[in-house]
Nanobody, 115 residues
């Protein structure tokens, strides 16, 4: 059974940084693409960044230049380094893995950026 556990969220002031982690189990992690998404109150879940099995990355315009997605296949973990945080980055952040065409999601971690 695929399980994803996010951590690293919290409360930070605008301009600060956070590093989110997502640990995966029950999956052949290294051969599956991963992604970070977020959902703010009253809004739809949106893409933040994705990373392929060969570490090719893709970012939403809102994340470019500030966020960095990376993966450690030895630790079955994907990371999201977030710098220069803004109040509009406040959301629940979720990681996702796609295995054999099926998406699996973590439970999410709250990120709150105060102005």
């Amino acid at each position: 059974q695929v399980q994803l556990v996010e951590s690293g969220g919290g409360l930070v002031q605008a301009g600060g940084s956070l590093r989110l982690s997502c640990a995966a189990s029950g999956t052949t992690f290294s051969i599956n693409p991963m992604g970070w998404y977020r959902q703010a109150p009253g809004k739809q879940r949106e893409l933040v960044a994705t990373i392929t099995t060969t570490s090719h990355t893709n970012y939403a315009d809102s994340a470019k230049g500030r966020f960095t997605i990376s993966r450690d296949n030895g630790k079955n973990t994907v990371y999201l380094q977030m710098n220069s945080l803004k109040p509009e980055d406040t959301a629940v952040y979720y990681c996702k893995i796609t295995e054999w065409g099926t998406d699996y999601w973590g439970q999410g971690t709250q990120v709150t950026v105060s102005s």
